[in-house]
């Protein structure tokens, strides 16, 4: 069933001569649990559609549904409150606190909650271990690799069990090793927790562990590939 209903969204930057259209009346739906990978050439609007998705900005016209919900028509602060609830987000550079140790950083989703310490801990100490970072929650992120920063950052968007998590080159940083760790373990949240994933990558080895993928062309959904076969593995 729908998570996600994307219906004929557009995006257009500037105005006049500088006018640029970065999404053209795009559609699609993402079911609950689904692993969605998108591809397409630079500047196809990739990066768009997962900032309008994740409401870090706001189309130009057109309706994002989250469970029925109506991006489109929520208040700023609603908007605030859905986003910290529902969405997780993911990023090339982890944009992780330098000054925080990794379980600080992955309890920075819950500050503002009003949750329980001893609940929290036993949160972080669940999720750390499906990320195999159980050893590094009292390191900084100077003392991390940048695949176990990834696995940091990771963590922080699972925290509050979101209802979609969006991910964009989450492996572009990463060595083959690292990149191939990290999508093994989002592979298993996917599995497990049924956690729905939206990742937006260049890499067809990062786009292997996605059931689907999306190809953009020109702000539109040019094809769809869906991978009959379950198993990526060889
Ligand atoms: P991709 O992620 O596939 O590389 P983007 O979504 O970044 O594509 O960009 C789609 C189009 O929109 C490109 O032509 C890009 O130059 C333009 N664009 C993206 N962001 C902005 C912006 N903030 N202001 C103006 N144009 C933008
Ligand atoms: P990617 O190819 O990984 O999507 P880009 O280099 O296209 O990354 O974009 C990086 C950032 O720069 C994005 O946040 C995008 O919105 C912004 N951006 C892209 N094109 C433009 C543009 N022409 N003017 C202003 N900002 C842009």
Redesign the pocket.
């Known amino acids: 069933d729908s998570l996600l209903v994307v219906n004929q969204i557009e995006k257009t ?2 105005k006049g001569e500088t006018r ?1 259209q970065a999404l053209n009346q795009i559609s699609f739906t993402i079911d609950h649990g689904e692993f969605i990978g998108v591809m397409g050439p ?2 196809s609007g ?3 559609l997962l ?1 309008v998705l994740a409401t870090i ?1 706001s189309p130009t016209s057109g309706d994002i549904c989250l469970e029925e919900e109506n991006l489109a028509k929520m208040n700023e602060e609603r908007l605030a409150d859905f986003r910290r609830t529902h969405l997780g987000f993911i990023f ?1 550079d982890y944009f992780l606190l330098d000054s925080l140790t990794a379980k600080e950083n992955i309890l920075l989703p819950l500050a503002v909650a009003k949750e329980n310490a001893k609940e929290m801990n036993q949160k972080v100490d669940a999720i750390a271990t499906t990320f195999g970072i159980d050893s590094l929650l009292n390191q900084f992120p100077y003392q991390l690799s940048g695949g176990q920063k990834q696995r940091v950052a990771t963590c922080r968007a699972m925290i509050t069990n979101p209802k979609i998590i969006f991910a ?2 989450p492996t ?1 940083a990463l060595d083959s090793k690292a990149a191939s760790d990290l999508l093994e373990s989002m592979s298993r949240l996917n599995e497990t927790h049924e956690t729905t994933i939206m990742m ?1 990558t ?1 890499d067809a080895f990062a786009a292997s562990f996605c059931r689907r993928i999306l190809f953009i062309n020109d702000g539109q959904v040019q094809k769809e590939l869906i991978r009959r076969n379950e198993s990526r593995k060889a």
């Open positions: 930057y500037g640029v630079s500047g990739k990066s768009t900032n900005d090339q964009d080159e572009g937006v260049h």
